[in-house]
């Protein structure tokens, strides 16, 4: 399983009308979101034991930073809480992996000195720091390497993949715990993404995998837990989330003595808290209201591009219209969208390089990149070209003539899941509703109040698969492994694969591909698998988000990292 997050978050936006050229369209959203001319502080209800000014919180060191999504969990290898907050504020800084991520993407040993991959039998060794600990002073050690790998395999657990742990026969222990071997039955490329989170054995014993840490990341008699630099001591349903500095971690000690998450749901009242001084930093969901931060005198602005992957899902496997499941139709619907009037509308004033990707296993960043996707390039009137070569009725003959088709008997009807909370997506679903009522679909409004209904296990969640478009975010590793258990067939190991979408070459391709160690050999089976889903279209890529961090410039250490690490990724360094 590679660690592969949801990613939701954002404010509410009413009324917005779509509207003919990308430049109008742009003054339309952003006239929709509003902005926040007033500074006033206080906005926020005051968290007790953490003051109210920025000076009185730099006298304690104190650090608040804001955050947008609220969880559902902090075990993110559950299919229920693999949450990008959840991450950020309860794993990252707090329970550590083999490996982390950099801001340069690259990977550094962490709970480990060094691993090695190779020899026949495939195999990796790791080697564990030899001063790894636990905050209650018991040794980090091979047994809570096989302990995650069990926890992943077990058929009982809901995790969101197991891709690569399943590719391991045995295991093998040596150097009094501190070293660990495992042996698979192939090679596996993307090693050095597994182990990503290394859970406690000792204070976990007993318990419920499904179930731990709900609202802490603790051992079975509720103490906090951690092998990282802080130790989440506090967690409010809503309200924040805390984090202490931990005296035994092995690394450098933390600058600060406390981190609070407050979680704004509101890019409005977040971007107001961070002019206002009430809180110290922020990762808001990029919005053109951002503006109003870009320049502003004692704040750092810093925009990246990030390994985001903004989609829509299409076709659910639960109640869906059937006209998904035909290729065709869905050509028409991503011939429908123009997603680079999307991106510029978006991110033309706060990011002016985002460019709309075209690929489901690269991102334009990476050398390996062919925009297949380039191909469905918005055009309306092909649409419903396409639509009557198939036997639609009942639709317009150009674009905006009005009527809806029918194909086949069933009506060109489909339903939309996001949440309404998020501004730009809100905007997106408006903005799509429009584009296919141009070219005879309609699309209703299957929208949720919140990313705990979208990502839960009721009805109208993603995993319920009660829909036709599911828009949404992963954030991944930089390793093309990330989107395996998303996209190949649901009954061959796409745990994550909540769509109608199965093709038996595709998912053979992706499995090749993870046991594929040579670069270039493994480029071109990957390669294959996304020209053949760019054919089918199972999604429509839209754009790689970029990574917004905004501080007070009072603020030092906080370096933005692209990944699913996330800001927190030094979390010891931040500092006043």
């Known amino acids: 399983m590679h660690k592969r997050l949801w990613l939701f978050a954002g404010a509410l936006l009413a009324g917005l009308l779509l509207v003919a050229g990308a430049s109008a369209m742009k003054s339309s959203v952003a006239a929709n979101e509003g902005t926040t001319q007033a500074t006033a502080s206080h906005v926020l209800p005051a968290i007790a034991g953490v003051p109210d000014s920025p000076a009185a919180r730099k006298a304690k060191s104190i650090l608040v930073f804001g955050a947008e999504q609220d969880v559902d969990g902090f075990n993110v290898s559950l299919n229920c809480c693999s949450e990008y907050w959840a991450q950020v504020i309860g794993q990252t800084a707090v329970v550590r992996g083999a490996f982390l991520i950099t801001e340069n993407l690259t990977y550094k040993p962490d709970l480990v000195t060094g691993a090695k991959a190779g020899g026949s039998p495939w195999k990796v060794t790791y080697l564990i720091r030899k001063n790894a600990k636990w905050n209650d ?15 992943i395999m077990n058929p009982n657990n809901d995790v969101t993949g197991r891709s690569g742990y399943d590719q391991i026969t045995r295991a093998k222990t040596g150097n009094h715990g501190k070293t660990v071997t495992f042996f698979f039955k192939a090679p596996f490329a993307d090693w050095q993404d597994l182990f990503n989170t290394v859970y406690p054995s000792h204070a976990l014993k007993g318990q419920d995998f499904n179930k731990i ?11 906090p837990i951690s092998d990282g630099p802080f130790l989440l001591t506090s967690y409010r349903k809503g309200t924040d989330a805390t984090l202490v500095a931990n005296p035994k971690w092995y690394g450098a000690k933390p600058k600060l003595h406390e981190i609070v998450f407050r979680f704004i ?33 004692g704040i750092v ?20 219209n059937p006209l998904m499941e035909k290729a065709w139709f869905r050509e028409v619907v991503i011939s429908s969208i123009d997603r680079t009037a999307l991106v510029r509308t978006f991110y033309g004033a706060i990011f002016p390089s ?18 297949h996707f380039a191909k469905w390039s918005f055009n309306a009137q092909k649409a419903i070209n396409l639509m009557k070569a198939h036997g639609c009725t009942g639709g317009p003959s150009s674009p905006g003539g009005g009527g809806i088709f029918t194909c086949g008997g069933q009506k060109a009807s489909i339903l939309e899941r996001t949440i309404s909370s998020n501004k730009r997506r809100l905007a997106s679903f408006a903005i799509y509703q429009q584009e296919l009522k141009n070219v005879g679909i309609e699309l209703r409004d299957g929208l949720v109040p919140d990313a705990n209904t979208l990502f839960g296990t009721g009805p109208n969640s993603v995993n319920a698969g009660n829909w036709d478009i599911a828009e949404y975010a992963w954030v991944t590793s930089p390793d093309p492994s990330a989107f395996t258990t998303w996209l190949e ?19 053979k391709l992706l499995k090749q591909g993870d046991r594929t160690s040579n670069v270039a050999k493994r480029t071109a089976i990957l390669t294959q698998a996304d020209k053949i889903m760019s054919n089918e279209v199972p999604v429509v890529p839209l754009y790689a988000q970029p990574s917004v961090l905004v501080h007070k410039s009072s603020v030092k250490g906080m370096v933005n990292n692209p990944s699913f690490y996330g800001p927190s990724w030094n979390a010891e360094a931040w500092h006043f």
């Open 354 to 371: 985002e460019v709309a990707m075209q690929s489901l296993l690269f991102y334009p960043r990476d050398a390996r990149y062919v925009p």
């Open 137 to 151: 002073g018991t040794p980090v050690s091979a047994t809570d390497f096989l302990y995650t790998w069990k926890q």
């Open 301 to 320: 602005y810093s925009a990246i591009p990030a390994l985001y992957f903004e989609h829509l899902d299409l076709s659910g496997h639960g109640d869906h």
């Open 213 to 223: 840490w709900t609202n802490c990341v603790c051992g079975a008699n509720g103490k």
């Open 265 to 297: 749901q509101d890019t409005n009242s977040e971007i107001q808290a961070m002019r206002g001084g009430e809180v110290d930093a922020i990762q808001p969901s990029p919005q053109t209201a951002l503006t109003q931060l870009q320049h502003q005198s």
């Open 489 to 507: 067939c649901a009954n061959q190991g796409g745990e994550s694969n909540h769509m109608t979408y199965c093709n038996k070459k595709v998912t």
